[in-house]
């Protein structure tokens, strides 16, 4: 029903920046909240940056005055802007939409993740 694909991890070093995307395809109707969370190892899924379709924002502790989320309404594209990087970002980053869909349903779906590798 939908597709939910990231691209943009990598590995750069402390200090450097990567920029995520992530675009959801499918039957949708409408987006309501876009998102990135990002996993290491044992460790729970932790929110990163979410953004509503009306462009309000909100941020992870951790990642407040580092990193920007924006989004593309007329592409279902969401993208993170991940600057001054440390090594405690290292993660695998995991897109999440919030979508309505063409038969009036509504779900929650997540892209297969990217590996993002912060060197010191």
């Known amino acids: 029903q939908v597709q939910v694909v990231e691209s943009g991890g990598g590995l750069v070093q402390a200090g450097g920046s990567l920029r995520l995307s992530c675009a959801a395809s499918g039957s949708i109707s409408s987006i309501d909240f876009m998102g990135w969370y990002r996993q290491t190892p044992g460790s729970q899924r932790d929110l990163v940056a979410t953004?509503?379709?009306?462009?309000?924002?909100h941020y992870g502790d951790s990642v407040k005055g580092r990193f920007t989320i924006s989004r593309d309404n007329a592409k279902n594209t969401v993208y993170l802007q991940m600057n001054s990087l440390k090594p405690e970002d290292t993660a695998v980053y995991y897109c999440?939409?919030?979508?309505?869909?063409?038969?009036?349903?509504?779900?929650?779906?997540w892209g297969q993740g990217t590996q993002v590798t912060v060197s010191s």
């Open positions: 999440n939409v919030v979508a309505r869909l063409v038969s009036r349903s509504r779900g929650n779906y």
């Open positions: 953004i509503t379709s009306g462009v309000f924002t």
